[in-house]
């Protein structure tokens, strides 16, 4: 089940955490995975540790706000493997409010531009580059990493974060609306709190978490790996919230 043999895959700001543990499941479920990341460097990390494990990826530097920076990534990213067949949007922007909780009265509007650029252009960016090939080859799978910061009000200081989010979790619906009838599917994960670098901190979260642990990027990666798949055809325009059972609505 779940065997993503003979697909090409394409992780964006997959050069740590989340993005690289999705890659490194890709990858370990047999797809080919062009790892992107802004930081060129980072993605090379994440293609060495793939190699490593004895799975198959390239390096692709981009920047998914930029929507000819992305084009070309892409089209580059065809011409060493053929196509794009799975595509997770990954790469994400906090803004500010993780690390100082400003609200939203209190804002700036300059800060609030990284965060709706990269979790929601991004998206959009991404998705346009690779959609017409993949409606084309009547196959194609579109993952959005989100979070429940985009479907539920949470906390104080991350109001232009959750506006990118959930714009993206929209926009995913009608993507997914449009090229139901042509094989590709579209759905977001939104995913509930991450361990932090701090053991109290992540402690701390995991209280609040039925499971009673805060969650891995592989834990991630095994979600993106069952939407990746052949499996999954009937599954699209859905939001799934993956956070350890956390009650979000
Ligand atoms: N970590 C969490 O607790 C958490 C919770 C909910 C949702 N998320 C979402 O999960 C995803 C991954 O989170 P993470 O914690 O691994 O993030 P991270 O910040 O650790 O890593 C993101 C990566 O994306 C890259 N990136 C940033 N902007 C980019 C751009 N414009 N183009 C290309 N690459 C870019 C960065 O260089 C970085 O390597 C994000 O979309 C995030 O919003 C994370």
């Known amino acids: 089940m779940f065997d993503l043999h003979g697909k ?16 490194g499941v890709l990858a370990a479920r047999g797809a080919t995975v062009a790892v992107n990341d802004l930081r060129v460097e980072r993605a090379e990390a994440t293609v060495a540790a793939i190699r490593d494990a004895g799975g198959t990826a390239i390096a692709v ?19 060493q493997q053929g196509r794009v067949d799975i595509l997770v949007n990954n790469a994400g922007n906090g803004g500010e409010g993780g690390m100082v909780p400003t609200q939203f009265r209190d804002s700036e509007p300059a800060s609030w531009r990284g965060p709706v650029e990269v979790n929601l252009y991004g ?3 991404c998705s346009r580059a690779v959609i017409n ?9 579109i993952i959005t990493i989100a ?7 949470l906390n104080i200081g991350v109001s232009p974060y959750a ?15 449009e090229n139901a009838r042509a094989g590709v599917t579209a759905n977001t994960l939104a995913i509930g709190l991450m361990g932090m670098p701090d053991p109290k901190v992540t402690e701390a979260m995991a209280r609040q978490i039925p499971v009673g642990r805060t969650g891995t990027p592989d834990d991630i990666g095994y979600a993106c790996a069952y939407l990746a798949s052949e499996e999954a055809a009937w599954m699209t325009g859905q939001t799934i919230q993956l956070n350890g059972g956390a009650v979000t609505t």
């Open 133 to 141: 090939p993949m409606c084309e080859r009547g196959w194609g799978r």
């Open 61 to 79: 530097g981009f920047d998914v706000t930029d929507y000819d920076d992305v084009d070309a990534g892409v089209r580059w990213v065809e011409g």
């Open 147 to 153: 979070s429940g910061a985009g479907t539920t009000g």
């Open 123 to 125: 998206v959009m960016n």
């Open 8 to 23: 090409v895959a394409l992780v964006t700001g997959a050069g740590q955490n989340v993005g690289a543990g999705i890659a």
């Open 163 to 177: 506006g990118g989010k959930g714009g993206a979790i929209g926009f995913m619906r009608h993507l997914a609306v």
